[in-house]
């Protein structure tokens, strides 16, 4: 009797901790804590006055199995709720002053240390929902009284992972997931989304050199509250930090002729570009109230970010609206810009496609579908286009004419972009070849020669390099000699550091060249933190004066020849580019000129 005893106490103390699990990880209320503990304790007293006098075995499956589905219930009745991120983490954060701008006054709130002002959620253009929806970004509305900047505003629209899915990703990517109630609910997802948020130095300031980070995310998730790139480490540094929400998926890249037709600049496909203009145009006319100087702006991003970035430097709508760029481990600068990009005919044909499949014959039709229906077209519309008014030709185009917008450029990837995106697409000596003919079809055997696996380990890491070459690296390297041959001063770096969280996959280098490396963090040793403060300072430096150099910080060489980069890894400093083999056979497939 004993033995069942502490069996029957093992098993049910172990299901109560994995019922707490559960609901912290999915982000339930804390009354989900309140009656997971109310039902165990029921569990227990009728074990304890009913089943053991009785001693029935049905009993017994029964007040498990009741557990269970009281449990269940539980999960359900105390979903997550859905509220605003805050601004910032300190709770009840002291008010900043009254900031005047074109739609009316403002006001956000300090970081913990008051080194920092806040202000998150300011529209910059009305919200594109209904006849909005797929049309150019509208001037935003003013506004009466004070507007309290202190929580972001929605997520743009996107498909929703559950709450547990995103907290598992948590810890299995990134090896960081905190335990807290503070953030027991869901953030907001909306159409309504087109917000600006503003991080300042404290205090009076004038003239500061100003930082507009675009998220990344394929074009088709993501959010501006990412604590890897928040604006708080390159404030604390003196940088205005600007980022904002732009539409994402089917409602940000959705093309189709009828819009074209309706469209006064006879666009379609690129709404969420123009979204990133305006927002850049709202910097230009209102920045100088938080003290920034409006001639002296960095664009910078990651990612489908970085591409984004890549377009601006092209796009006739974006001259004037920045100096310089920061890209980091994207751009849309190659013959045929392997992601985050299409032809406008291959963008007609796929919202033709869309509009078919929701029963409707017209834009007008589509338009009045709610947003819940069309969400899951995001893995459809995710790529920008040449659609004549934002984008007239290609970047790649552009360049070889010299029409560029930027007058210098900071760039890089990741030593293990690929990483995260082979999860379930490894190689071995069975499918080594056969992937890279897929891609690489008459080039297959320069590739062999380049790569030759003989083992499942070497095929698994050559097809991880490909991959991720063709992908960033590739890019970066057409990128750097577009730049060179029209003398804009380029520099280009490999983060390369691993860590106890992300490493050097892909993204991994924002926490540490946007200085948000927690102050106590196992994850990170004093390596770590040594090279977060040498690339937030080549950072701060270059987007104030369009050359990193400088702080007593190791050379950072122009890449003039496309053939050095900076590392950033155990050690700093310059090395050659490896990939020049591959690099050349890709020229070949690309038709480079």
């Known amino acids: 009797m004993k033995v069942k005893k502490v069996i029957f106490v093992i098993f049910s103390a172990l299901f109560f901790l994995l019922m707490i699990a559960g609901l912290e990880l999915n982000k339930n209320t804390?009354?989900?804590?309140?009656?997971?503990?109310?039902?165990?304790?029921?569990?227990?007293?009728?074990?304890?006055?009913?089943?053991?006098?009785?001693?029935?075995?049905?009993?017994?499956?029964?007040?498990?199995?009741?557990?269970i589905l009281l449990f269940v219930g539980v999960l359900f009745l105390t979903w997550p709720t859905v509220q605003a991120v805050p601004a910032v983490s300190v709770k009840d954060p002291e008010a900043t002053g009254i900031i005047t701008v074109a739609q009316g006054d403002l006001q956000g709130v300090y970081n913990e240390d008051k080194s920092v002002e806040v202000y998150t959620g300011i529209p910059y253009a009305k919200p594109p929902v209904g006849e909005l929806r797929w049309k150019e970004p509208q001037d935003p509305d003013k506004w009466d009284g004070v507007l309290v900047a202190d929580h972001f505003a929605?997520?743009?629209?996107?498909?929703?992972?559950?709450?547990?899915?995103?907290?598992?990703?948590?810890?299995?990517?990134?090896?960081?997931?905190?335990?807290?109630?503070?953030?027991?609910?869901?953030?907001?997802?909306?159409?309504?989304?087109?917000?600006?948020?503003?991080?300042?130095p404290a205090g009076d300031t004038k003239d500061m050199p100003v930082m507009v980070y675009i998220h990344g995310g394929s074009l088709q998730t993501g959010q501006p509250w990412y604590g890897d790139y928040s604006g708080e480490g390159l404030s604390k540094e003196g940088v205005i930090v600007v980022n904002m929400g732009y539409r994402l998926g089917v409602f940000g890249y959705y093309a189709n002729e009828q819009l074209t037709a309706e469209s006064e600049n006879g666009t379609t496909g690129n709404y969420g570009m123009l979204d990133?203009?305006?927002?850049?145009?709202?910097?230009?006319?209102?920045?100088?109230?938080?003290?920034?100087?409006?001639?002296?702006?960095?664009?910078?991003?990651?990612?489908?970010?970085?591409?984004?970035?890549?377009?601006m430097c092209t796009s006739p709508l974006a001259k004037g609206l920045f100096k310089r760029v920061i890209l980091e481990s994207s751009t849309v600068a190659s013959v045929n810009p392997p992601h985050s990009f299409r032809t406008l005919n291959e963008a007609l044909d796929a919202g033709q496609e869309t509009m078919e499949a929701n029963g409707c014959s017209s834009v007008e039709e589509l338009r009045k579908l709610p947003a819940d229906k069309l969400v899951n077209e995001a893995y459809t519309h995710h790529h920008m286009t040449v659609d004549g008014y934002f984008l007239t030709e290609t970047p790649y185009e552009s360049y070889q004419k010299g029409v560029?917008?930027?007058?210098?450029?900071?760039?890089?990837?990741?030593?293990?972009?690929s990483a995260a995106f082979i999860i379930f697409d490894h190689?071995?000596?069975?499918?080594?070849?056969?992937?890279?003919?897929?891609?690489?079809?008459?080039?297959?055997d320069d590739i062999l020669a380049i790569y030759p696996a003989s083992t499942d380990e070497e095929a698994d890491a050559y097809w991880a390099e490909i991959y991720g070459a063709v992908f960033f690296d590739y890019p970066h390297y057409c990128l750097n000699r577009l730049a060179v041959e029209n003398d804009i001063p380029v520099y280009e770096y490999l983060f390369a550091k691993k860590n106890g969280r992300l490493g050097d996959w892909h993204s991994g280098e924002e926490v540490y060249c946007y200085g948000n490396i927690p102050t106590v963090s196992n994850l990170y040793d004093d390596r770590d933190r040594e090279l977060s403060a040498q690339m937030l300072g080549y950072w701060k430096i270059f987007i104030m004066t369009g050359d990193p150099n400088g702080s007593d910080l190791p050379v950072w060489e122009q890449n003039d020849t496309s053939s050095?980069?900076?590392?950033?890894?155990?050690?700093?400093?310059m090395i050659s580019e490896k990939e020049h083999e591959l690099f050349a056979v890709l020229d070949q497939k690309e038709g480079w000129k």
Do not use: C
């Not at 409006?294 to 664009?299: C, Q, R, Y």
């Not at 560029?404 to 030593?415: K, T, V, W």
């Not at 050095?564 to 400093?573: I, K, N, P, Q, V």
């Open 404 to 417: 560029h917008n930027e007058e210098a450029i900071l760039h890089g990837y990741n030593d293990e972009e």
């Open 276 to 311: 990133q203009i305006k927002a850049l145009e709202w910097v230009r006319d209102n920045i100088a109230a938080f003290g920034g100087d409006p001639d002296n702006v960095t664009l910078s991003g990651e990612s489908a970010g970085a591409a984004s970035v890549s377009a």
């Open 30 to 67: 804390v009354w989900g804590f309140v009656l997971a503990a109310v039902i165990t304790a029921g569990f227990y007293t009728v074990h304890r006055l009913i089943i053991k006098k009785k001693n029935k075995w049905y009993l017994k499956l029964a007040s498990w199995l009741g557990w």
């Open 427 to 444: 190689a071995n000596m069975k499918n080594y070849e056969r992937k890279i003919r897929e891609y690489f079809g008459d080039l297959t």
């Open 154 to 200: 929605p997520m743009s629209m996107q498909p929703q992972n559950l709450p547990i899915y995103n907290s598992l990703a948590q810890i299995i990517g990134y090896h960081d997931y905190q335990i807290s109630l503070d953030d027991n609910y869901t953030p907001p997802v909306s159409e309504d989304s087109l917000y600006l948020n503003i991080w300042k």
């Open 564 to 573: 050095s980069l900076m590392l950033f890894g155990d050690t700093t400093g």
